[in-house]
């Protein structure tokens, strides 16, 4: 999925299936995902419902949105940590509502970081993150006569250059084929359908800039959708040389072996980075 091609309007109101194969991506239930498409171009997913723990309050075209971290204090790591560097760094947020009773989400549009604060949450005894969101392309009340005759005119036209990432697709599939889209950290298989399984890769070095990492094999894992979130919200660490997990909240899985087939040849170097750029924590 490209984010250029995507097709969503505000209104719209998908299921949890509708939401994965429009953005060829699942859930993972966490309130702010970390997400990317075929350019490898990172984009954000809010999730706000009215039965959720906070009570978010979500009308007007600015909005207050608690961040993610349910126990403890929170901290400006994972989904947090990306979103408050999107007030600096502006990137495509897509927000989605869910009303009580309700099973699908509704599209509301995107938003952008206008500030954030960490202070005491109501009626318990913990920090938590508060981040003001302004809805994009807000509807102006008044348009002037000039501004009127001007939107009248013909629009001008310049030409660009679009410059992309080109990945490897082949690549991915037959890794993916040789592990049997089975997670390299959890074992397990998803499904797509009856017969075919559903994996996805994922690359230790980003390929985006600034990171500029290869699309080889040995920047490679097959993952499943929701280790692949935990990877890019930096939750999961790797030791090069024994391939012993670290995780950041799964205790199952904390001290737990990668899965590494002896004919994938994957490169120390490559999850060393992922250890010291990426993990947060």
Known sequence: MELAALSLEPGERLSGSELSTRFDR????RGIEICYDDDDQRYLRLFSSDTGPYGDDVTGGEFTYVGEGRTGDQTLTGGNKFLARAKRHPLP?????????????EY???VEVVDYACGPFEGDDRDVYRFVLRRRHETRER??????????????RTETTRSRIIRNTTLA???KARYSHTCQVCGERRRRGVHDGYAEAHHLKPLG?????????????????????????????VDPETYTIAHAYERELDGASLSVRE???????????????????
């Open 26 to 29: 699942g859930m993972t239930g």
């Open 93 to 105: 947020i897509f927000f989605f509502h869910r009303e009580s009773g309700e099973a699908d989400w």
């Open 108 to 110: 509301q549009g995107q």
């Open 143 to 156: 348009v002037d006569d000039e501004e009127a005759a001007a939107d009248l005119a013909p629009a001008g």
């Open 173 to 175: 599939a037959e890794l």
């Open 209 to 237: 800039r600034p990171h500029d990492g290869p699309d080889v094999k040995a920047n490679l894992l097959v993952l499943c959708p929701d280790h692949h979130a935990d990877f890019d919200y930096g939750m999961i660490a």
């Open 263 to 281: 004919d994938h040849d994957l490169d120390a170097a490559f999850l060393d980075y992922h250890n010291r750029t990426i993990a947060s924590f």
